[in-house]
């Protein structure tokens, strides 16, 4: 286990500087992949173009991926640059599958690594509900701003916490019950085309072997020819073209919240006689629900939903009829460009005092991220920004104007849930 005041190598990148959150932990001698980037899997029959576009769109550099199957597919994606291998089992499917009986729960677990934080909502793992916090404190505060929401099927967390109605569960029996499923990268060759390179390449094979017999063994030996040593041409030095900025390609947050608002108000108005709805996810393409049946029928939640004036990307009912799962896909974002104005210490004071003066907690966290180059021998350019997150009964509309005032902003992950009337949102800022 962590000890106190211990040295943890995974909290440094590849350039000494101090890094927040890991990438893997090791359970009963297995390493599994942490951290990833989660997004919804509109079609899982034919992932890949899908996968490829959203990873260039969410997350610079992603070059990996896992799938997770289930009642609400998706995928994680993440940057083999930040220390993750190709083949390495993903901790996060491994325990959706373990605790498949659940479809929400909040669940944080120490680590000889850290301390494993992980939110599963209505079956999605929410964007940032696969994280290895270095810091214990972070994790806790993470796991304190999710407590707020209401219905979760278990609670998980350290036993040393004291925190009433949460359980102790051994994390390595979990992971050895549940699938194991392993990181793939985005752009390799599958299916029909790796076939024809396979193919091609014995052909081409055979030809060189075959030629390089016929040469060494039937090819009379000539004399040497000797012939005047041309000069070296010279090597022009290599043009280093700028790195893109990340801030210079960002989801307009006016676009997000409002597009969740509406979206929100859409799924609200389903009301099925005997049917409750759940918590509503929000991401910056698509939004997700479910309904619960109480004492309606299939064929009711069926109406309703046929009769509602919504373009459904998908909706079906769970293997037990009792849950009516359903997505749909919001209008594209406007894509915007706003540079940092704030240093990471300004910003973190000056939001920790405005939520004081609001009387609203809000959870904040500084990460580092990297974008390639795209060029040899070019490093990629390390960026900072000021992860946050918070509850409040106040819907995005109300929000708007207050984070107009801050450049380089990005909103991730809005939740809503109706029974509690409260809203969850998730963002980050990038930072000079």
Known sequence: MLEDGQLLDDGYDDNGSERSWGTAITVGGTTYATSLFWQPLQNPSDPM????????????????????????????????????????????????????????????????????YTCVRNDIILSDGDMLFLSEEEAKNQFMSMLAVPDWGMKIAPREWGLEGTED?????????????????????????????????????????????????????????????RPKPVVQEQEIKPIPKPWENLLDPHSVMNNCYEAVKQLTDITPPGWTIGQITCTGTSAATAWSRGVGFMSIAEEAIARANVNFAAYGFD????????????PPPD??????????????????????????????SAISI???????????????????????????????????????????????????????????????
């Open 49 to 116: 173009q899908e996968i490829e576009e959203t990873s260039a769109a969410v997350l610079e550099g992603s070059d990996l991926f896992c799938i997770k199957s289930g009642r609400a597919p998706q995928f994680g994606i993440c940057v083999s640059q930040e220390g993750y291998k190709s083949g390495q089992y993903v901790a996060a499917c491994s325990l959706v599958t373990a605790i498949d009986n659940l479809s929400s729960f909040i669940a944080v677990f120490r680590t000889n690594e850290g301390w494993w």
């Open 169 to 229: 569960v051994s994390l390595a029996d979990l992971l050895q019950r549940g699938a194991r499923a392993k990181l793939q990268k985005i752009k390799g060759l599958r299916g029909t085309k790796l076939l024809v390179i396979v193919v091609l390449s014995l052909v081409v094979g055979g030809w060189l072997v075959s030629s390089l017999i016929d040469k060494l063994l039937f090819t009379p030996v000539k004399k040497p020819v000797v012939v005047p040593i």
């Open 319 to 330: 293997d037990s009829g009792n849950n009516l799962t359903a997505s749909i896909n919001l």
């Open 335 to 364: 894509i915007i460009e706003s540079a940092p104005a704030y240093s990471m210490l300004n910003l973190r004071n000056i939001l920790n005092n405005e939520f004081q003066t609001m009387n609203l907690p809000i959870s904040l």
């Open 370 to 432: 990297q974008v390639p180059s795209g060029q040899p021998n070019v490093p990629p350019a390390n960026f900072n920004k000021m992860k946050f997150s918070f509850t409040s009964p106040h819907n995005p509309l109300t929000w708007m104007s207050y984070w107009a005032k801050y450049p380089a902003l990005e909103i991730n992950l809005i939740t809503y849930s109706p029974s509690g009337d409260m809203w969850y949102y998730e963002g980050d800022m990038y930072v000079l």
